[in-house]
């Protein structure tokens, strides 16, 4: 099948990759759309040792579903089977269009059984490690990790379902309560979507966005803009940073009042030399922040409360893959999605 490979830092298309050989417990998944994001440019750039297809965000059918043990297992990939638990009626998985969440668990280790799947201490993780990822034409996951898209919600939208869990994440760690003053730092293709979730909460919202589209697209949902220069001081009880920058985290710092939470959306590249003092004295809260919740994300999606597809910025052909990862690239581009 044909899918964007990486193998030492570099990208390429391939036309020959086999497609996913499935465990038990997992389905054949045709991908519909793919997005490109953040993390897959990140990996590009060598953040963590990859080989094989990219690619985490997808919208796709189910085309084959592995019930049976004596599947094949991808031993040399150290993928762990879910073992002998049945999934009854796998087969009404066939042509349901679906998302999938991201970490392919082993529900035995000490973070599963403590209802911490996510942390699992075996996990693949879809396109990022030791799984093949979604920008091909196939792809794989078990069943328990797919969720059905309802049909109300297009192929455009549904693809954000990923990153807008990640977006919600941060609800499911952190009580923002209604008269809470929240910034947020960054307004790229994940800042976009914490916006928008972030305001459902009827907190008084500022973002910081540097680019004018970014700001545009806040603006036209009735989300408040707020320059750097304007955000005063220990006066936020929740700080937001997604931009992965030192700038940002500095900022981030400033803002934040005492006894405050700050979330960390974004990675950093490398170390970071930081002043942990004022956190101490301040009484601050760090939350770091990944994945989350894919059922709220295809419930907003449904009642329409939040709009992914106005960040589509591309849209290219899988076959012209490596020039989308290049406009990705780009200062400000939000998403860019692939067609098998
Ligand atoms: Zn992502
Ligand atoms: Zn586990």
Redesign the pocket.
């Known amino acids: 099948m044909l899918g964007l490979w990486l193998e030492d830092q570099e990208l390429s298309l391939r036309k020959q990759i086999p497609a996913p050989s499935l465990l038990t417990g997992e389905a054949l998944i045709r991908v519909r759309l793919s997005g490109i994001c953040g993390t897959d440019l990140e990996l590009a750039r060598g953040y963590y040792p990859f080989t094989g297809v990219i690619g985490h965000e997808f919208v796709g059918e189910v085309v084959s579903v592995v019930e049976s043990d004596d599947s094949r297992r991808r031993e040399s990939r150290n993928l762990v089977p879910f073992g002998d638990d049945k999934i009854s009626g796998s087969n009404n998985w066939i042509g349901k269009r679906v998302v999938g969440e991201i970490n392919a668990?082993?529900?035995?280790?000490e973070?599963?059984r403590n209802g911490r799947?996510t942390h699992?201490?075996?996990?693949t993780v879809l396109g990022i490690a030791n799984r093949d990822g979604v920008h091909a034409e196939y792809t794989s996951l078990p069943l328990a990790n797919l969720h059905i898209v309802p049909d109300s919600v297009t192929d455009e939208a549904a693809v954000f379902t990923e990153p807008l869990a990640a977006a919600l994440e941060i609800q499911e760690q952190v009580h923002i309560h209604p008269n809470d003053r929240v910034l947020l730092i960054g307004a790229g293709r994940l800042g976009q979507l914490v916006a928008q979730t972030l305001t459902l909460a009827g907190c008084d919202l500022r973002v910081v966005a540097r680019h004018p589209l970014q700001q545009k697209l806040l603006t036209g949902r009735g989300i408040k803009l707020i320059t750097e220069d304007e955000v005063q001081p220990r006066r936020w009880d929740v700080v937001v940073e997604a931009t992965g920058s030192p700038s940002g985290f500095e900022l981030a710092r400033r803002a934040l009042c005492p006894r405050g939470t700050l979330v960390l959306k974004s990675t950093y590249r490398g170390e970071m030399s930081v002043n942990w003092s004022p956190f101490v004295v301040d009484e601050i809260t760090i939350v770091g922040s990944r994945c989350g919740p894919f059922a709220p994300a295809l419930r907003l999606l449904e009642r329409g409360e939040v709009d992914p597809v106005i960040l589509i910025a591309k849209r290219y052909l899988l076959a012209k893959a490596v020039e989308a990862m290049e406009a990705a690239k780009q200062p400000g581009m939000l998403k860019v999605l692939l067609e098998p």
């Open positions: 668990v082993c529900g035995e280790c973070q599963c799947p699992c201490e075996k996990r």
